[in-house]
């Protein structure tokens, strides 16, 4: 996804869309700055006509955590998409390598497997102020990407049926 303004109109037309469903997953840890990127995506949901009443929010304990969630949350298939949020902040230690890695090849493999798309919302920075500025500061926010991304697939995939 790309980086877009802070206060920037919405990416291109977004397609209109009814009776979607939405989960997001936002991870406990860096919950300030996972709050403000759920908070992006459900001004975006809201802005396209989706009712907040059909997004749902879970939260987890962690990163780690949130392709687990995702999982649970696509074999229930009460939901059109499912955005996990996350925030990985570089430390001293290979922590950081071994966590980014983790979430990333569990949502990819998610998106292989699975009938349902997941819009990878986990920010991976070297500092908090990075995470901060793609969290509704200076570089825009990420949540409100996920939410433009996770309706574009849903309007993917419910073409691709129809054909």
């Known amino acids: 996804m790309a980086t877009s303004l802070a206060g920037a109109a919405p990416h291109g ?4 869309l ?42 987890v304990p962690g990163a780690v955590e949130l392709t687990f969630a995702a999982s649970q949350i696509i074999e229930a298939s009460l939901y059109d998409a499912v ?24 949502i990819t493999a ?25 969290a509704g500061g200076k570089l825009g926010n990420k949540g409100s990407e996920a939410a433009e991304a996770a309706i574009k697939m849903i309007a993917f995939k419910r073409r691709v049926l129809d054909l």
């Open 13 to 16: 037309n977004l397609p209109k």
């Open 83 to 106: 955005i996990v949020f996350g925030t990985v902040i570089r430390g001293g230690t290979p922590h950081f390598d071994y966590v980014c890695q983790s979430v990333t090849q569990g």
């Open 110 to 134: 998610l998106n292989a497997d699975c009938d349902t798309p997941v819009i990878f919302g986990v920010l991976t920075v070297d500092c908090e102020q990075d995470a901060l500025n793609r």
């Open 18 to 59: 009814s009776d979607i469903r939405v989960a997001i997953v936002k991870a406990e840890w860096n919950g300030h700055i996972n709050n403000a990127l759920t908070e992006g995506a459900l001004e975006v949901f809201k802005s396209a006509g989706v009712a907040l009443d059909d997004v749902d929010v879970y939260e």
